[in-house]
């Protein structure tokens, strides 16, 4: 499974880039309206960082302006995908989209059925998400792993992409559940990092290596003899 990161922050993207976990990003509306300065730029600089699929979204309702503002949102970066918001309109601009030859994220799907449709609209990735179904009482795992089931069956190719993921089981859970993708916000990144064995366990290391000062020296002088011969 590969991880995009979801966010409008050129700053979160940089830090979590720097790990090489990074295979793609996602931004929505409302992620564009938290982020500062100019959303064009700051979606470009992501695409620049990531160096993969960086989803733009279309803001329109109607498939005529939809398809006017995907093709306008992929002239930002070679790697921009156009989002497109899952509906009757949608389904309409995504085939259009991709008659044309662009590539299209279509969001805001929920169930298998939906993902049916966008699939055969021509979507490259279906967002499927799964935060906003725990939020009204509906299994999104069970969800997914359908949506999983129905599009991996589907000859169009088009990719799964765990969405709305709000904790890092979200996030096990796409990945066993078969998601192509999943798109994990920053903070979400970052409470991955995180447990308590691996934090007591670095802090045991590094009491041990200091009971023997030798070792340190042996390590140093290894460093400095290696970048002598480099
Ligand atoms: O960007 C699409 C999706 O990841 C949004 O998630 O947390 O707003 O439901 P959320």
Do not use: C
């Amino acid at each position: 499974m590969k991880l995009f990161i979801d966010t409008g922050s050129v700053t979160e993207v940089e830090e979590v880039a720097r790990w090489g976990v990074l295979a793609g990003a996602t931004t929505n509306p409302s992620l564009l309206a938290k982020a500062e300065g100019d959303a064009g730029e700051a979606i470009k600089r992501i695409a620049e960082i990531v160096g993969g699929p960086t989803s733009a979204e279309v803001v329109s309702e109607d498939p005529d302006r939809m398809v006017e503002e995907g093709i306008a949102v992929r002239t930002l970066h070679e790697n921009i995908i156009v989002k497109v918001p899952f509906g009757p309109a949608g389904l309409e601009a995504t085939a259009r989209l991709r008659e044309l030859g662009h590539p299209v994220n279509m969001t805001l799907v929920f169930s298998a059925a939906q993902a049916i449709l966008a699939a055969e609209a021509g979507a490259t990735y279906i967002s499927s998400f799964l935060g906003r179904l725990d939020d009204i009482g509906v299994d999104s795992e069970y969800e997914l792993r359908e949506i999983v089931e129905a599009v991996h069956e589907n000859s169009s190719g088009a990719q799964v992409l765990a969405a709305s993921t709000r904790s890092p089981l979200h996030v096990v859970k796409a990945a066993t559940a078969g998601a192509d993708v999943a798109t994990v916000p920053y903070k979400v990144l970052k409470q991955m990092l995180n447990h308590p064995l691996t934090d007591s366990g670095n802090a045991g290391f590094a009491k041990d290596w200091a009971t023997k000062p030798e070792l340190a020296e042996w390590l140093n002088g290894l460093v400095e003899q290696s970048k002598k011969n480099a």
